[in-house]
């Protein structure tokens, strides 16, 4: 009955206002940068050394790998607690009885974790360029570009399903630090997938990362030898796997929202 | 007045053992709270296995053969002895502050040679199955050769790697007193060895300011060790870099001391280090 006085909310807006929250929050304590591009920048400089003398291509690799590397890191730890704060700070219920749906609340948080750790890839990129001497030689540095904002929406896709789950375990932060290597690992930050034990393929590709980064790859570094199957399937399923998850993360917060209306107590840490 | 005085603080002195072991046992349940089993598991079995992993196998993509392999696997299976000693360590510091206990911690009567050895026990022992479980990792998953005659060796050098590491953790920590969180710091020593303490590569393949830099680290020594020890060098090699474990092990100890005694006179006078 009263859904009809409902003022309508604009989803968009919506996601814009999270997102600037976001912004203001990582302004006043930008902090959180730091711990997803330590890693990265140290990562991408062992691997700028390891691969020195292995063929100009491999500047492509370390500086693709660890740019990677931070947006994975950003979107594990930050998409992570993009419920978690709500937890936290007790304002899950009130957010949740709000007009405005929640997973376009928690899209806002997802998507600012992406730009920051595109602004953190950015940084790895810098550093490793400075000691490189120079930037790595790109066939098509405008498809390169593309894609590579691509990769950051699959990261996006598998930071909401995340956040989404997380709400549902008391591992989030196990499954953070301790399966943080693991992700790289398995995603192909720094190495194809293809030269991990067979066994670990299928699982590997179910997270989209692994998808597009494949794809990403095939278009940036010439002679490249990912999944046997190319450019295209590599592009087709990032594209299935991050519609995929969106619709799974839907289906979760939908989920989310009844059992926080119904039991009330997700909000228990 | 001044026998009640005396009779005063003798009633409540506590002796050094009972602080040290009354922090070794209670620190797992609050300051290091967040170590919960999983989370101590997952360091110990998990964290080397998919650390050397990633290594070995950029070394393989890199087109390194099986000595660079070899030397990226125990390079990485002693490195991730800073997880439990750097970054958990080092996260005590927050957890006191978080906790609220930190201004009674800093008025107690407390041993703080006690408090702090007793609070570095659990990541001391964590540290030492971590780099064990590594060095098998390495062994077996690796390639990695160790004969029987340089386990006695392997073994001291492990053992004093992990003290001097937790020396180091401890040292961090009294950094991380004065500042608002110790997340910034623990991450960037977490992973800074990597680089600098020829982890992935010899420390001579770096510029040289930047591997004098390295050997400032105790893990570059602890490392250096384990390398001789597998490597079955001579005793005099070996003994002169566990002293040099050994001496880095009794700076981190010394200045996180220090530190800590600064830090707190400090807190006594400002009242503000226990802010969080």
């Keep these: ?269 | 007045m001044l026998a009640h005085a005396g009779t005063y603080r003798t009633e409540n002195r506590v002796s050094f053992w009972r602080t040290f072991w009354s922090n070794a046992v209670i620190a797992p349940r609050t300051t290091l709270g967040f170590m919960r089993i999983d989370f101590v598991l997952g360091t110990i079995f998990i964290i080397p296995l998919m650390q050397m992993v990633f290594f070995v196998f950029v070394v393989q993509v890199s087109g390194g053969g099986p000595s660079e392999i070899a030397f990226t696997a125990l390079g990485n299976a002693v490195s991730t002895v800073t997880y439990s000693s750097i970054f958990s360590v080092c996260q005590t510091t927050d957890s006191e502050k978080q906790q609220g206990t930190m201004e009674h911690l800093l008025v107690s009567p407390a041993n703080r040679l006690a408090l702090y050895f007793g609070r570095g026990l659990l990541p001391i022992l964590i540290s030492l199955a971590t780099v064990s479980v590594g060095i098998a990792y390495a062994t077996f998953l690796f390639g990695v050769a160790i004969p029987l005659s340089a386990v006695p060796t392997l073994a001291v050098s492990v053992v004093l790697t992990a003290f001097a590491m937790v020396g180091f953790g401890l040292l961090l920590g009294g950094v991380a007193l004065y500042l608002r969180t110790s997340i910034i710091l623990g991450n960037i020593f977490l992973f800074i060895g990597l680089l600098l303490s020829g982890v992935n590569f010899p420390t001579s393949q770096l510029p040289p300011v930047v591997a004098w830099i390295g050997y400032g680290f105790p893990l570059t020594w602890g490392l250096a060790a384990i390398r001789a020890s597998v490597a079955g060098d001579p005793w005099g090699t070996i003994g002169l870099l566990w002293g040099l474990v050994v001496a880095s092990a009794i700076a981190s100890f010394g200045c996180a001391i220090g530190l800590w005694e600064y830090f707190e006179r400090r807190a006594l006078a400002t009242g503000s280090i226990a802010k969080f």
Excluded at chain 1, 84 to 113: A, C, H, I, K
Excluded at chain 1, 184 to 195: D, H, Q
Excluded at chain 1, 223 to 252: N, S
């Design chain 1, 1 to 269: 009955m009263a859904t009809a006085d409902v003022p309508h909310v604009s989803r968009v807006r919506a996601t814009e206002a999270s997102l600037r929250l976001a912004f203001q929050m990582f302004v006043a304590d930008p902090q959180w940068l730091i711990p997803s591009m330590i890693a990265p920048v140290v990562f991408g400089l062992v691997a700028f050394e390891l691969f020195q003398g292995a063929g100009p291509d491999f500047l492509t690799y370390a500086i693709l790998g660890a740019g990677m590397m931070s947006m994975w890191g950003q979107t594990l730890y930050g998409s992570g607690w993009a419920i978690g704060q709500d937890r936290e700070f007790g304002t899950l219920e009130p957010t949740v009885q709000s007009p405005t749906p929640y997973v376009y609340v928690v899209l806002g948080r997802v998507l600012w974790n992406v730009v920051s750790g595109l602004a953190g890839g950015g940084i790895v990129y810098l550093v490793v360029l400075a000691v490189a001497g120079a930037p790595p030689a790109l066939p098509d540095p405008l498809g390169f570009v593309a894609l590579f904002l691509f990769v950051m929406l699959t990261l996006a896709a598998v930071g909401i399903l995340f956040s989404a789950a997380w709400v549902y375990t008391r591992y989030s932060g196990f499954i953070q630090n301790v399966g943080e290597f693991a992700f790289y690992v398995g995603t192909g930050c720094m190495f194809p997938v293809v030269i991990l034990p067979f066994w670990t393929n299928p699982i590997a590709l179910v997270f989209p990362p692994t998808w597009a980064l494949d794809a990403l790859r095939y278009l940036a570094i010439p002679g490249y030898v990912g999944f046997a199957w190319g450019f295209w399937p590599d592009l087709l399923g990032a594209v299935a796997t991050t519609v995929v998850y969106v619709a799974v993360a839907g289906a979760i917060f939908r989920r989310v929202e009844l059992h926080v209306l119904a039991k009330g107590n997700l909000s228990d840490y």
